[in-house]
């Protein structure tokens, strides 16, 4: 997230403290309403 917003990102690791940013965006809808449902489901699982 960032400042609020749910982004979608696409990275490659270069090396063991490397990463590489290829790609950012904002999240679509679809994507955004995955990434909540996986964190209320991780809330719900405690």
Do not use: H
């Not at 982004?7 to 994507?31: C, M, T």
Request: aromatic letters at 6%.
């Amino acid at each position: 997230m960032i400042r609020g917003r749910i982004v979608y990102v696409a990275f490659a690791k270069r090396g063991p403290d490397v990463i590489r940013i290829i790609s950012l965006r904002k999240a679509s809808r679809r994507e955004s309403k995955e990434y909540e449902k996986a964190i209320q489901d991780r809330l719900e699982a405690r």
